[in-house]
């Protein structure tokens, strides 16, 4: 055989492959153009998420800063307000104690001597001679009047109350 129909025969066989590629490649191109509508309809919609998204971040940042200065707000009135009961127990402690003090001495003087035996009747019990002294109010209590009660809890006025009871 002659070389120049091997090389006719080679060039025809790769004409034939090119022709089955650029048919299949074809094929694609029509369904890559059949599918390039929906394409745009996709992006269309991510574009309008987006734009949702983009708008609704205002809102968020401020609605997270309103929660955010009224947790501040509250975080601070819980702090006075823990505060405030630091040094109401630590005066009810100190109050305690001194009561206790009072209560072990009054009961210290008034410890009945042996008597001697007397008439039955009803068990009569001295009275004790050292009186409690009058509790006397803090200064940050002295120095508010009944019209500045508004300023105090309900727990702050309950226990004034007890505290001016125990007088």
């Known amino acids: 055989m002659d070389y120049k129909l091997v090389l006719d025969l080679i060039i025809a066989v790769l004409l034939a492959a090119t022709i089955v590629y650029a048919a299949i490649l074809n094929g694609k191109l029509n369904q890559l153009r059949k599918n ?4 745009a309809k996709l992006v269309a919609a991510f574009n309008e998420a987006t734009a949702r998204a983009e708008a609704g ?3 968020l940042k401020r609605v997270s800063e309103e929660a955010s200065s009224t947790l501040v707000e509250r975080v601070e009135k819980a702090q006075s307000l823990r505060d405030d009961l630091a040094f109401m127990i630590e005066r009810a402690d ?6 206790e003090g009072v209560v072990r001495t009054a009961r210290t003087e008034t410890k009945p ?12 019990r001295p009275v004790p001679a050292a009186v409690p002294q009058p509790v006397s109010m803090s200064p940050l209590t002295a120095d508010r009047g009944d019209d500045l009660d508004d300023d105090r809890s309900e727990a702050e006025r309950d226990l004034l109350r007890a505290l001016q009871a125990v007088r």
């Open 36 to 39: 390039r509508d929906d394409l």
């Open 57 to 59: 971040i205002p809102k």
């Open 94 to 99: 100190a109050m305690a104690n001194r009561l």
């Open 113 to 124: 001597s042996p008597a001697p035996q007397a008439p039955r009747g009803p068990m009569v």
